[in-house]
């Protein structure tokens, strides 16, 4: 294959061509980035953040930079490539994750936590400092998680049927208020028509996935894959038999869950245990 020609010379990696997208844009204007925060309307520090690559920032703050700079969807485009990107993921679960993009269909168990899919940003970043990430590494995995959101957004976003071990919901995050915000999210989630959401219920007696979360991803081409991760491990299986092995330990988990509308009571339930936020 011919070796692609490169037109810019800017980066042809997502992430960084945002960031050189940011700064060359601003430094064309001559502003600093006090200036610029003046004129936006955003801190200094989130546009330092995000033109050293430390974060990507959010939509909102995308869009007010394509509308002062006049390049209406340059930078959105920009950072959708740069949100989607694999290679922010860490090494061992890019191969999933580009799978993930591609599905017409999921299907997931999860022990402990919520999906990945369905995580706030704030449960998110609990869950991925408890594995002992900090700093700027933190940031990026945390948004590299939220990200994986547009899967599930669209037009016509795939199925994706979700069952929940109740520990998932009875294992609170410290700060109250930001555990209820990831209540609400998976209540909105189950109320999506595209999305089925179970509770397996405390007393549903030992199952084959009593330790390990896996998530079946069906692909454009008919194959479905499956990806394993326990405390010790994870691994992406394509093996049609042990799929297929997987598939119906799954389906016999599915059979022990709560119906839908019942799995949705008993969430809404919980978020009238936890506290409001204060009114002002």
């Not at 993930?100 to 299907?107: D, I, T």
């Not at 997931?108 to 999906?115: F, G, T, W």
Request: charged fraction near 30%.
């Amino acid at each position: 294959m011919p070796q692609r020609l490169v037109i810019t010379g800017r980066s042809q990696e997502p992430r960084e061509r945002f960031t050189e997208e940011l700064r060359s844009l601003r430094t064309e204007r001559g502003l600093s980035l006090r200036e610029l925060a003046k004129e936006v309307g955003w801190d200094s520090s989130q546009f330092s953040k995000m033109e050293s690559g430390r974060t990507l920032g959010g939509p909102e703050v995308v869009q007010a930079l394509d509308q002062f700079y006049g390049t209406p969807g340059l930078l959105v485009t920009l950072w959708e490539l740069a949100v989607a990107d694999p290679a922010q993921f860490k090494e061992q679960y890019r191969g999933y994750m580009e799978l993930e993009a591609e599905a017409v269909s999921l299907w997931q168990y999860s022990v402990s936590r919520p999906p990945g899919l369905l995580q706030t940003a704030e449960y998110a970043r609990e869950a991925l400092a408890a594995g002992g990430l900090k700093g700027d590494e933190l940031d990026q995995q945390v948004e590299a998680r939220t990200g994986r959101r547009k899967v599930l957004d669209g037009d016509d976003p795939p199925p994706f049927r979700i069952v929940l071990s109740e520990a998932v919901l009875r294992h609170s995050l410290r700060d109250q208020r930001a555990w209820r915000r990831q209540l609400e999210r998976l209540a909105e989630a189950a109320a999506q028509p595209n999305i089925s959401l179970h509770v397996l219920p405390f007393g549903s007696g030992l199952h084959g996935l009593d330790s390990t979360d896996v998530m079946f991803l069906r692909l454009p081409d008919g194959r479905t894959v499956a990806y394993a991760e326990n405390d010790v491990r994870g691994e992406l299986i394509d093996e049609p038999s042990k799929v297929e092995r997987f598939h119906r330990t799954y389906d016999a988990v599915r059979d022990l869950a709560l119906p839908s509308a019942e799995s949705q009571k008993l969430i809404l339930g919980m978020l009238e245990e936890v506290p409001c936020e204060p009114s002002t």
